[in-house]
């Protein structure tokens, strides 16, 4: 059993009744479910996960002036529901999960992820959030809101960035891409610098990840979570889903293992030192950037043939309407 789903029957069949019996006047104002911080929220946890912050529980958000007429007093009640269910403790918390489950105040509970402005009151603003809070504040399951003003919030940031925002973003990670995988890893492997390679090379992993969950419209989330994330969405029913195999060729290059060999002499004919082609990460790279640089021509974002992605970034500029994103550096976002 997930934990989702242990929280949504935990809730049904101890939690519910609870507020039915001790709240009936606020059960049409509250918002209950299980949303924010934990793999059990995004759906990832396992076996693995049940060693901290796992459990029966979840949240209740009301209004601030429900909040302060009765929040107090709703979360003792909560504190005092049973501790074991279906054979599972209630949540079992550590000192950095503490928090997570229980009676919230709704605006407080966003600016924890988004800050105070809801929504964001400007592009930069937008620009600047920390993409893996988005990705929280909108995680997991609404079980009820009869309210309807958390879903309403909730529902601004699941609508996915402002289009010149997504389009800025993007713009950074095609030159993030070219800089640190298609120029530096080739530089510092001519250098015989494995380390600064393998530097050069996780940063262009983790710009191709956001590359991907931007050109499908998905948050990305916290780190650890992101390529797992990936597999999921890729491995799901949502045909909608682009570049599958960029997906499986970023898995293939970190389990690369090192060349050295391939930028040492003697050299063989048409060996190249900027696209070395006999670095089987190089090739891997080059196929991943023309990956994405095919799919951002199918959105309409960049044209021409050119392999480098350095080369799309202004063009990729080029359609964004905000002034103020417009003036950004390309690297900004």
Not at 153 to 170: C, F, S
Request: hydrophobic share 35%.
């Amino acid at each position: 059993m997930t934990g989702l789903e242990l929280s949504r029957l935990y809730y049904t069949k101890v939690g519910r009744p609870m507020l039915e019996e001790k709240f009936p006047e606020y059960l049409p104002r509250l918002a209950a479910g299980l949303v924010g911080e934990g793999s059990e929220c995004f759906g990832f946890d396992d076996g693995i996960s049940r060693d901290h912050d796992f459990g029966a529980g979840f949240c209740i958000w009301l209004c601030k002036e429900d909040y302060d007429e009765i929040g107090e007093k709703m979360q003792q009640a909560y504190e005092a529901l049973p501790k074991e269910f279906m054979g599972f403790p209630a949540r079992n918390t550590s000192r950095r999960g503490g928090g997570r489950v229980g009676v919230f105040e709704i605006s407080a509970f966003y600016r924890q992820f988004v800050g105070s402005r809801q929504p964001p009151e400007s592009m930069l603003r937008w620009l600047y959030l920390p993409e893996h809070k988005i990705a929280t504040a909108v995680n997991g399951e609404i079980f009820e809101d009869n309210l309807g003003q958390f879903t309403a919030i909730r529902n601004i940031y699941k609508n996915y960035y402002p289009e010149d925002v997504r389009i800025k973003k993007i713009a950074a990670r095609a030159s993030s891409m070219a800089q640190s995988g298609q120029y530096n890893y080739s530089r510092c492997m001519r250098r015989g610098d494995v380390v600064a390679a393998s530097m050069a090379q996780a940063e262009f992993v983790k710009s191709a990840i956001s590359m991907i969950y931007l050109l499908n419209r998905r948050y990305s989330p916290y780190y650890k979570w992101q390529f797992y994330g990936l597999n999921r969405l890729k491995n799901g029913f949502d045909c909608s889903f682009v570049l599958s195999d960029a997906v499986n060729m970023l898995r293939e290059l970190v389990c690369t293992p090192d060349q050295s060999s391939a930028w040492q002499p003697p050299y063989p004919d048409g060996w190249n030192p900027y696209v070395n082609k006999y670095d089987k990460k190089v090739v891997l790279i080059e196929k991943i950037c023309a990956e994405v640089t095919d799919e951002l021509k199918n959105q309409n974002l960049t044209s021409g043939s050119e392999d480098f992605l350095e080369a799309h970034t202004w063009r990729i500029m080029g359609h964004i309407k905000d002034d103020e994103l417009k003036a950004c550096h390309v690297t900004e976002g």
